[in-house]
């Protein structure tokens, strides 16, 4: 900021020539257009009127008429006042969209609805998930829902203003995810109804629907499995179950007026609450210390040598579960391979140096 010294100084009314000034015009006076003013003013306002139409994107090809008829029922209003705002990106199974409506109490506001991908009937039960976010809606951790339809999965929210968190960002703000855990972990949701993730019979799903593209794709799967399951099995055998998200990428992390929330509950479950910690830590690309790190905030004391075995088998699985996943998509038509021999080729790796550098039992 300039001091008053150094400051420019408006000029005094007396250094303003007349040909400076602005007279207003008298009060009867009348100013029109002339014909060339005209001109350009009508080609203004056909240009205006084309920007806005062109501002405005139809409905989406894969919205079936009983759903949109199902939108209009849900907020009260006929079709004219339903105005698509574009497509939201993100994700890798569903189709987001953005819209507004011009009439009812929610006039004005803006809204996110989700379409679920071809064939994700097949692998994800949508009353479940409609289950587990009623269950956290009690917790304040999600978006508030306005609508959901269980026999299709189609999905209405509030849009807010957020940020999503990324790679770079979930360590630093790892306190807050972690108070988010704690919240969800604790949740009495086994006595309440909540649906197992069950991890051996979501695995055979995946090869069931993935068919042959399973071998073609990862040569050497067949070896592999049974390696990660025997870890499975004794590692992390008697871990207690809790209602986990399943699908920690940063992502799902929204940052909203200085709390987290957490979104796409498609595969929420009773789970080993490790299987969280390991998805948080694998899909932020955590390095090997601030994983250890991760973990014993969440413990709130320096982990054992058991549980970060623990921790490192869930993420070995995690790596076997979304290549089948991928090898599922390819099936479907949609070219995962370069995402699946990613995480196929890391399961290798980190099967391959198992167990992990360890800290001293406690």
């Known amino acids: 900021?300039?001091?008053?010294?150094?400051?420019?100084?408006?000029?005094?009314?007396?250094?303003?020539?007349?040909?400076?000034?602005?007279?207003?015009?008298?009060?009867?006076?009348?100013?029109?257009?002339?014909?060339?003013?005209?001109?350009?003013?009508?080609?203004?306002?056909?240009k205006d009127i084309f920007e806005r139409k062109a501002s405005r994107y139809d409905k989406p090809s894969n919205l079936t008429p009983e759903?949109?008829?199902?939108?209009?029922?849900?907020?009260?209003?006929e079709e004219e006042d339903f105005e698509w705002l574009g497509p939201v990106s993100g994700g890798l199974t569903n189709s987001n969209f953005k819209f507004t409506v011009t009439s009812g109490p929610e006039a004005g506001n803006h809204f996110f609805l989700r379409i679920p991908g071809e064939?994700?009937?097949?692998?994800?039960?949508?009353?479940?998930?409609?289950k587990h976010i009623d269950m956290v809606e009690t917790l304040d951790l999600d978006v508030p829902n306005i609508f959901f339809d269980c026999e299709s999965g189609m999905k209405v929210t509030r849009f807010i203003d957020v940020n999503s968190l990324n790679q770079s960002t979930v360590f630093q703000n790892r306190a807050a995810i972690i108070a988010l855990l704690h919240k969800l972990h604790k949740l009495p949701a086994e006595g309440a109804g909540a649906s197992p993730f069950d991890y051996p019979n979501k695995l055979k799903l995946y090869?069931?629907?993935?068919?042959?593209?399973l071998n073609l794709t990862f040569p050497e799967y067949r070896e592999i499995r049974p390696k990660?399951?025997?870890?499975?099995?004794?590692?992390?055998r008697d871990a207690g179950q809790c209602l986990c998200h399943n699908d920690l990428v940063p992502d799902n992390f929204l940052s909203h007026q200085d709390r987290l929330l957490l979104i796409d509950w498609e595969y929420s479950g009773l789970n080993d609450p490790f299987f969280d910690l390991a998805s948080c830590a694998l899909e932020s690309n955590l390095n090997e210390q601030q994983t250890i790190d991760f973990l014993a905030d969440y413990l709130g004391q320096e982990p054992s040598r058991s549980e970060i075995q623990r921790l490192r088998c869930w993420q070995i699985a995690q790596d076997l579960l979304w290549s089948a996943w991928s090898a599922w998509k390819i099936s479907t038509?949609?070219?995962?391979?370069?995402?699946?021999?990613?995480?196929?080729?890391?399961?290798?790796k980190m099967l391959s140096i198992f167990p992990p550098p360890q800290t001293k039992d406690r």
């Open 1 to 46: 900021m300039l001091s008053k010294a150094g400051a420019q100084q408006p000029p005094s009314p007396q250094s303003v020539r007349k040909d400076q000034l602005h007279t207003p015009p008298a009060a009867d006076q009348t100013f029109l257009p002339s014909g060339s003013q005209k001109a350009a003013l009508l080609e203004q306002e056909k």
């Open 333 to 348: 038509g949609v070219d995962y391979r370069e995402y699946g021999q990613e995480r196929f080729q890391r399961a290798i």
């Open 228 to 236: 990660v399951l025997a870890l499975l099995k004794q590692h992390c």
């Open 207 to 213: 090869e069931q629907q993935a068919g042959a593209h």
């Open 119 to 130: 064939n994700t009937e097949t692998v994800i039960n949508r009353s479940q998930e409609k």
């Open 67 to 77: 759903q949109f008829q199902a939108l209009l029922k849900t907020f009260h209003i």
